[in-house]
């Protein structure tokens, strides 16, 4: 079965960078699919952040594009989240979840548990 | 941005009720859209893709429909595990999410 778990600080000071990790068991991320991080803010809006592709490429949501960094460390499984220069207005849950696409599907069918991180001095 | 709006925003209905939750998009997204739902303190679990295709091992009373900007989802009969939040998520332009639709027993 494949799982998902988030791992990382629960309280970040503004203008930090905010560093979580996604630890995938049951699927190997080089292997196939896009592997990616969504957020859910109080409120419940929710927003794709970017993903890492199998092959290592990136591809970010423009808002965030200078903030944000997806890397990968293979040898263990993981994929990471580095955004930069946060503001209370990150404060929200953050979810790593797989993405599936083929014909004119595309979805996220695997999620992780998430993880709240709050921006706050 | 493509911006999707679900309503409403908190639906009350009871049990064995047909129940239609509503996702508009600022713009045409030509059937590229998946419906999740999230229950309390879970992940969210993918129900729908591409508008009407049921994902494996949900069943068979959602259904999806819709076309151009508007669609929806239909719980043919509400049971009590289906209290959740509901959220669509469009993909024909990057991905974006509405806020959902809190559904809760009457």
């Known amino acids: 079965?494949?799982?998902?778990?988030?791992?990382?600080?629960?309280l970040v000071k503004p203008s930090q960078s905010l560093s979580l990790t996604c630890s995938v068991t049951g699927y190997?991320?080089?292997?196939?699919?896009?592997?990616?991080?969504?957020?859910?803010?109080?409120?419940?809006?929710?927003?794709w952040m970017g993903y890492i592709s199998y092959s290592g490429s990136t591809n970010y949501n423009p808002s965030l594009k200078s903030r944000i960094s997806i890397t990968r460390d293979t040898s263990k499984n993981q994929?990471?989240?580095?955004?930069?220069?946060?503001?209370?207005?990150?404060?929200?849950?953050?979810?790593?979840?797989?993405?599936?696409?083929?014909?004119?599907?595309?979805?996220?069918?695997?999620?992780?548990?998430?993880?709240m991180v709050t921006v706050s001095s | 941005d493509i911006q999707m709006t679900q309503s409403p925003s908190l639906l009350s209905a009871s049990v064995g009720d047909r129940v239609t939750l509503s996702c508009k998009a600022s713009q045409n997204i030509y059937k590229y859209l998946n419906w999740y739902q999230q229950k309390l303190g879970e992940a969210p679990k993918l129900l729908i893709y591409y508008t009407n295709s049921l994902q494996t091992g949900i069943p068979s009373r959602?259904?999806?429909?819709?076309?151009?900007?508007?669609?929806?989802?239909?719980?043919?009969?509400?049971?009590?595990?289906?209290?959740?939040?509901y959220f669509c998520q469009q993909y024909n332009s990057w991905n974006t999410f509405g806020a959902g639709t809190k559904l809760e027993l009457k």
Do not use: H
Request: proline share 3%; net charge negative; charged share 15%.
């Open chain 1, 1 to 10: 079965e494949i799982q998902l778990q988030e791992s990382g600080p629960g």
């Open chain 1, 28 to 47: 190997t991320i080089t292997s196939g699919y896009d592997w990616s991080w969504i957020r859910k803010f109080p409120g419940n809006k929710m927003e």
């Open chain 1, 79 to 115: 994929f990471f989240l580095q955004l930069n220069s946060v503001t209370t207005e990150d404060t929200a849950t953050y979810y790593c979840a797989r993405s599936t696409y083929y014909g004119y599907a595309y979805y996220f069918d695997y999620w992780g548990q998430g993880v």
């Open chain 2, 62 to 85: 959602f259904s999806g429909s819709g076309s151009g900007t508007d669609y929806t989802l239909t719980i043919s009969s509400l049971q009590p595990e289906d209290v959740a939040t």
